[in-house]
């Protein structure tokens, strides 16, 4: 009969590769998670009278290891106002197979694997709740251009760093919470959202035409799918409403036919028309690059109409 490897409770630290914006009801929480095969403690940091993120006493009832502060890269976070906390890291406690070289077995590694899967579906969540991106937005660049000077010295011509968003709406603790279980069940944020934090992005990083054609499809998307939705409940035919949406042909058409539902969109039908539907088709299909202003125009009437046929939840 094999032997069966007796499994033991290791404390250790994840760096969220991402800092996660928490009011402070959420600092301090203490909740295990399933990530990939593994129930992983995860303990957030608490914060002092100096309003500074402290180590957590414990975690999974054991205490913290001291030789652990050496690993901590960037800190536990920091504060950036009265309300908002940015938590680099999380205190965590799990059970793993013992080995001596424990840093290169399959398990550790695939467990490392395992969790930039599960953040990964974190991450947007908690951007479409604080309302800002919270990766880097941009690569980062040296000096284009190097020159000696007269004194013996080299001049660049300045290094460009990603561009970094602070003063995020902060997550409360059931924001958190959530974030953490919709990962775990492996429920992404829905498309049209994704689609807008893509449009988003991609306006922050002057790809203009990205922006506006990420930002017709979300508004493509939600109103697809609020008006597929609608005809199911009311028993028509799956068939007849396939071929309904596909008969709107494109947003203008499926505002319309949003409307004759009853429903009053968010945006008017002209600004749809024009400074969404036409600028988006212009960049899709013409390889016109929009305006910055009708790039803003565009994102903004789109995120306009996903938040109204199908608001986020609020956890």
């Given at each position: 009969?094999?032997?069966?490897?007796?499994?033991?409770?290791?404390?250790?630290?994840?760096?969220?590769?991402?800092?996660?914006?928490?009011?402070?009801?959420?600092?301090?929480?203490?909740?295990?998670?399933?990530?990939?095969?593994?129930?992983?403690?995860?303990?957030?940091?608490?914060?002092?009278?100096?309003?500074?993120?402290?180590?957590?006493p414990?975690?999974?009832?054991?205490?913290?290891?001291?030789?652990?502060?050496?690993?901590?890269?960037?800190?536990?976070?920091?504060?950036?106002?009265?309300?908002?906390?940015?938590?680099?890291?999380?205190?965590?406690?799990?059970?793993?197979?013992?080995?001596?070289?424990?840093?290169?077995?399959?398990?550790?590694?695939?467990?490392?694997?395992?969790?930039?899967?599960?953040?990964?579906?974190?991450?947007?969540?908690?951007?479409?709740?604080?309302?800002?991106?919270?990766r880097?937005?941009?690569?980062?660049?040296?000096?284009?251009?190097?020159?000696?000077?007269?004194?013996?010295?080299?001049?660049?011509?300045?290094?460009?760093?990603?561009?970094?968003?602070i003063?995020?709406?902060?997550?409360?603790?059931?924001?958190?919470?959530?974030?953490?279980?919709r990962?775990?069940?492996?429920?992404?944020?829905?498309?049209?959202?994704?689609?807008?934090?893509?449009?988003?992005?991609?306006?922050?990083?002057?790809?203009?035409?990205?922006?506006?054609?990420?930002?017709?499809t979300?508004?493509?998307?939600?109103?697809?799918?609020?008006?597929?939705?609608?005809?199911?409940?009311?028993?028509?035919?799956?068939?007849?409403?396939?071929?309904?949406?596909?008969?709107?042909?494109?947003?203008?058409?499926?505002?319309?036919?949003y409307?004759?539902?009853?429903?009053?969109?968010?945006?008017?039908?002209?600004?749809?028309?024009?400074?969404?539907?036409?600028?988006?088709?212009?960049?899709?299909?013409?390889?016109?690059?929009?305006?910055?202003?009708?790039?803003?125009?565009?994102v903004?009437h789109?995120?306009?109409?996903?938040?109204?046929?199908?608001?986020?939840?609020?956890?």
């Amino acid at each position: 009969m094999a032997r069966v490897t007796r499994r033991r409770r290791f404390t250790g630290i994840v760096h969220f590769p991402a800092a996660l914006p928490v009011g402070l009801d959420a600092l301090g929480f203490d909740e295990t998670v399933k990530i990939g095969v593994h129930r992983v403690v995860l303990a957030l940091p608490q914060v002092d009278q100096s309003a500074a993120l402290i180590t957590p006493p414990q975690v999974g009832g054991r205490p913290f290891p001291d030789v652990l502060h050496n690993a901590l890269l960037d800190g536990w976070g920091y504060r950036s106002s009265a309300r908002l906390y940015y938590v680099n890291a999380a205190a965590a406690s799990l059970l793993l197979a013992p080995t001596d070289q424990l840093a290169t077995s399959d398990e550790f590694q695939n467990l490392g694997e395992a969790f930039l899967r599960w953040f990964e579906i974190v991450l947007p969540w908690a951007e479409a709740w604080s309302g800002v991106p919270l990766r880097q937005v941009g690569q980062p660049r040296g000096s284009v251009l190097h020159v000696a000077t007269d004194n013996g010295l080299i001049a660049g011509t300045g290094i460009h760093f990603p561009r970094v968003f602070i003063g995020a709406k902060p997550l409360t603790l059931g924001q958190v919470r959530a974030a953490f279980r919709r990962a775990e069940r492996g429920e992404r944020l829905p498309t049209e959202h994704r689609l807008i934090q893509s449009a988003w992005v991609a306006r922050l990083e002057d790809d203009l035409r990205r922006a506006v054609i990420d930002a017709g499809t979300a508004a493509e998307v939600v109103l697809s799918s609020a008006i597929t939705e609608e005809l199911r409940r009311k028993r028509i035919a799956p068939g007849f409403v396939e071929q309904t949406v596909k008969d709107a042909n494109g947003i203008v058409g499926l505002i319309d036919l949003y409307a004759s539902l009853g429903h009053a969109p968010a945006v008017s039908r002209g600004k749809v028309a024009d400074q969404l539907a036409r600028v988006r088709n212009l960049a899709a299909h013409s390889g016109r690059v929009p305006t910055a202003q009708q790039a803003d125009l565009a994102v903004q009437h789109a995120r306009d109409l996903v938040r109204g046929a199908r608001p986020l939840p609020s956890i």
